[in-house]
C-alpha cells in the first residue's frame, strides 16, 4: 500500500501536469491524517521527515480533515489568512494556491492528495481537478484491493500459526478425499511430511478395515464425528487409538471439501484403562481381605489344635502322621492367605537375613501343584549349595518368585509343545543370583520397553493386572538388588533374573535364642472366638502359668478385678474392641503387658495405632511357636508396681 500510495503520487504529479504534491493518510481508527509522501518538494523547506511528523485530528477544522469528511475535492486559489489554511504549513511550504483530492474506494476515503504549481504559479483549473480526482479514485480502487490482499494474508498467516500449533492433526481434503491442508501435528501423528502428503489420499494412512469403516460411516451419515480409530504409531508401529472427526465443507465453486481433525487418544484410553483397573482392583482388593479375615480365625483354631495335638504327652502312634498332614496343609493355607494379602497391600516389609533357596522352595511347594499338575509344565531346579544369605523379607521375596512362575507358566500355556521352566540359584561376581527360563511364547520385541511400567499387560482383561513385575522390581529394588529381562524371544523363551547383595555379617542368620519359658504369671486371654480360646489356654497353661479365658465384656469386668501380669486380647471383638481393653487396662495402677492378636491386618488405621503405642501384635493364623514366644517375651518384663502411666512400654516390641 505504500508503494502504490508513492506511485499515485508521482504519476499525479507528472502526469497530469503538476509541479509538486504531498500524499496524506487517513488512520480511521487514531481518527487523524498524517503526512505520509511528498514529491518535487526539495525546494522549499518541507521535507519529507517532517511532513511525516504531521498530524491532523479528522475532527478539527483544517481544511484537510473537512475533505477528508466530505470526500469532496476542494481547489484553493487564495489561502489567504482563513483559519481552515493551516498558516505555518502555507509558510513552511510557500503554497500560494492548491487543490486537495480525496482518494476514494468504494467504501472509504484513503488519504488527501495535494498539488500545486508553486514555481510557475499556473493556476490549476476544474479540468486539471477532474482528471485528478479520477487518478486519485483509480488509486483508492487499487488501495483497496491491496488492503484486502494483505487481510487476506495476514488472516492466511494466523490460520496457518493456528492450525500448525494445535495439538490435533488437521487435514483439509478434496472431494476425492485427497489431502490439501496438513498440519504439523499429523506430520508427527502420521510420520508424514506435508510435502508427501499434499494430492495424496489420506485413507491409506489407517489400517484397511479402520478405513473401510470411516469411509463406510460417511458414506452413511455424511460426516464422523469422535470416530474411534485403531492406527500405528508413526516410527514404533505401536497401536494407537485415534478418534476422528470429518466434516464436509460446501463450496459453490469447487464443490465439496472435507475437513478432518484426528486426535490421539492413546495416552487418555490408557489412563481409562488403568482407573478402571485399579478400581477393579481394589474391589477385588476388599473381597480378598474380607475372606482373609474370615479365614484367619478358624485356621488358627486348626493350627493351634493340631500343634497342641502334636506337642501333647503321647499323641497316638496312629495319629501322629495325620496330625503331621493336618499341620502341614493348615500351614499352607496360611500361606496362601498370606499370599494373597500380599497381594492387596504393600505389607510392611520384615527384612531379615534369609536364604535364596529357601525361599525358592518355598515357593515351589506353594505352587508345585499348579505348574506340574494343572498346567502339566516340567519344573527344573538347579540351585548351587552354600549360597550366603541375603537381606530381605522373605515373603516379598516369595512374591517375587510366584509373579515371575506365574507369568512363566502363561507364557508356555500360550504356545504348544511340552513346557518346561527353569529355576536356578548361585553365587557370582559377589551377587546372589537366581533365574527363571521357561520356553514360553516370549516377549514380544516391542513390549520389552514396557514390562517394568505399571498396568503394562498383554493378558486379557480379568487376567493381567500389569502389577506383578513393577511390584516385584520394587522389592527387589528395596534391598539394594536388580530384577531385569535376560532374553526374550518366540524361539529362546524368556528369562528373568533377580541379583541380590548378599547381606552384611552382622545379619547373617542365627538362631535367635527362643525366649525362656516364664511361669508361675496369672495371663487373661479375650477373644470373642470361641473355638480359639482354648487353644490359647492351653499355650501358656503349658508354660505352667495361670490362665483365664473370657468373652470381650466379662474380660473387661475380669481386668478390673483381677492383678494380672499379661492380658492377650483379640481387636475385632463386635463393639469392644482390643484398643478398649487396652486403654483398660493401661489405666490400672499397675498395668499389666499387653499382646494383641488380628486378623485384621489389612487396616491402616490399626497398623498406626500398633506403631505409635508399640505394641506387641500377632496376626491370625499364627503357629504354637509364635504364640508362646511372644507370650513368653512379654512375661519376662518386669510390671511397673507404682503404675497410672497410660503409656506403658510393657507391650513393647510391636511388629
Ligand atoms: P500381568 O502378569 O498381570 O500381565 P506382569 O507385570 O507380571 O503383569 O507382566 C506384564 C507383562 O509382561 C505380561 O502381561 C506379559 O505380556 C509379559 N511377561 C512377563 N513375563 C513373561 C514371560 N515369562 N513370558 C512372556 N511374557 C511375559
Redesign the pocket.
Known amino acids: 500500500m505504500e508503494e502504490i500510495c508513492r506511485i499515485c503520487l508521482e504519476a499525479s504529479v507528472t502526469g497530469l501536469g503538476f509541479e509538486r504534491g504531498l500524499l496524506y493518510w487517513i488512520d480511521p481508527v487514531a481518527k487523524t491524517l498524517t503526512g505520509k509522501c511528498a514529491f518535487g518538494m526539495s525546494g522549499s523547506g518541507l521535507t519529507e521527515v517532517n511532513f511525516r511528523k504531521r498530524v491532523i485530528p479528522l475532527d478539527s477544522g483544517d481544511i484537510l480533515a473537512q475533505v477528508a469528511r466530505t470526500a469532496r475535492p476542494v481547489n484553493v486559489t487564495a489561502p489567504g489568512t482563513e483559519p481552515e489554511y493551516n498558516p505555518e504549513f502555507l509558510r513552511e511550504t510557500g503554497s500560494k494556491a492548491f487543490c486537495l483530492v480525496p482518494i476514494l474506494g468504494s467504501e472509504k476515503v484513503y488519504g488527501i492528495v495535494a498539488v500545486d504549481n508553486r514555481r510557475s504559479g499556473k493556476p490549476i483549473t476544474a479540468e486539471h481537478m477532474e482528471n485528478l480526482s479520477i487518478f486519485c479514485n483509480t488509486t483508492g480502487l487499487a488501495l483497496q484491493n491491496a488492503e484486502l490482499i494483505e487481510n487476506i494474508l495476514e488472516s492466511q498467516a494466523r490460520y496457518r500459526t493456528t492450525i500448525n500449533g494445535t495439538a490435533d492433526a488437521i487435514a483439509g481434503l478434496n472431494e476425492d478425499f485427497r489431502v490439501t491442508i496438513w498440519n504439523k501435528s499429523a506430520e508427527r501423528l502420521f510420520g508424514v511430511k506435508a510435502g508427501d502428503m499434499l494430492g495424496n489420499p489420506l485413507l491409506p494412512l489407517f489400517p484397511p478395515e479402520e478405513a473401510r469403516l470411516l469411509r463406510a460411516e460417511l458414506d452413511r451419515a455424511g460426516f464422523v464425528r469422535d470416530f474411534a480409530v485403531r492406527g500405528r504409531q508413526a516410527g514404533t508401529g505401536a497401536e494407537t487409538n485415534l478418534s476422528v472427526t470429518c466434516t464436509p465443507i460446501e463450496r459453490e465453486v469447487q464443490g465439496r471439501e472435507w475437513s478432518v481433525v484426528v486426535r490421539d487418544m492413546t495416552a487418555q484410553t490408557r489412563l481409562q484403562a488403568q482407573l478402571i483397573r485399579s478400581e477393579k482392583l481394589s474391589a477385588v482388593g476388599q473381597l480378598i481381605s474380607g475372606i482373609a479375615h474370615e479365614l484367619n480365625n478358624p485356621l488358627a483354631a486348626v493350627v493351634g489344635y493340631a500343634e497342641l495335638l502334636a506337642r501333647s504327652e503321647k499323641p497316638p502312634e496312629s495319629l501322629k502322621a495325620d496330625l503331621a498332614y493336618i499341620m502341614t496343609n493348615a500351614r499352607r493355607c496360611r500361606g496362601i492367605v498370606s499370599t494373597l494379602l500380599n497381594f492387596v497391600r504393600q505389607p510392611q516389609a520384615h527384612k531379615t537375613a534369609c536364604r535364596i533357596n529357601d525361599v525358592i522352595e518355598d515357593t515351589l511347594d506353594l505352587m508345585r501343584y499348579k505348574i506340574e499338575k494343572t498346567e502339566n509344565i516340567a519344573l527344573v531346579k538347579e540351585l548351587a549349595a552354600a549360597l550366603p544369605p541375603v537381606f530381605i523379607d522373605p515373603q516379598q521375596l516369595g512374591q517375587v518368585f510366584v ?2 512362575l ?3 507358566c ?2 508356555v500355556a ?1 504356545r504348544t509343545g511340552s513346557g518346561e521352566i527353569t529355576i536356578t540359584s548361585s553365587f557370582a561376581d559377589g551377587k546372589v543370583r537366581a533365574t ?1 527360563r ?1 520356553n ?4 514380544d520385541r516391542r ?1 520389552q520397553d514396557s ?2 511400567q505399571p498396568f ?4 486379557p482383561e480379568g ?8 511390584i ?1 522390581r520394587r522389592i527387589i529394588e528395596e534391598c539394594g538388588g536388580a530384577l531385569t529381562l535376560l532374553f ?1 524371544g518366540p524361539e529362546t ?2 528369562a ?1 533374573g533377580i541379583e541380590l547383595p548378599p547381606a552384611e555379617e552382622a545379619y547373617a542368620p542365627q538362631c535367635a535364642p527362643a525366649p525362656g519359658r516364664v511361669t508361675g504369671k496369672k495371663v487373661l486371654i479375650i477373644d470373642d472366638e470361641e473355638d480359639l480360646l482354648p487353644v490359647m489356654y492351653r499355650m501358656i497353661k503349658g508354660d505352667g502359668n495361670a490362665a483365664e479365658t473370657a468373652a470381650p465384656r466379662e474380660g473387661l469386668a475380669r481386668l478390673a478385678a483381677g492383678d494380672y501380669d499379661l492380658v492377650v486380647s483379640d481387636m475385632e471383638m463386635g463393639a469392644l474392641k482390643g484398643r478398649d481393653i487396652y486403654e483398660a487396662a493401661m489405666k490400672l495402677p499397675s498395668p499389666p503387658g499387653f499382646l494383641l492378636i488380628t486378623g485384621d491386618v489389612l487396616n491402616p488405621a490399626l497398623l498406626e495405632w500398633i506403631e505409635q503405642n508399640n505394641l506387641t501384635c500377632i496376626p491370625k493364623p499364627f503357629g504354637m511357636d509364635e504364640f508362646s514366644g511372644a507370650v513368653r517375651k512379654l512375661l519376662a518384663v518386669p510390671r511397673k508396681r507404682e503404675g497410672g502411666g497410660k503409656r506403658s512400654r510393657r507391650g513393647g516390641g510391636g511388629r
Not at 514360553?440 to 516377549?443: A, E, L, P, R
Not at 503394562?456 to 493378558?459: A, I, M, Q, V, Y
Open positions: 509373579n515371575c506365574s507369568n512363566a502363561d507364557a500360550a527363571l521357561d514360553g511364547c516370549g516377549i513390549h514390562l517394568f503394562f499387560t498383554t493378558k487376567k493381567g493386572t500389569g502389577l506383578g513385575l513393577v516385584s526374550s523363551g524368556t528373568f
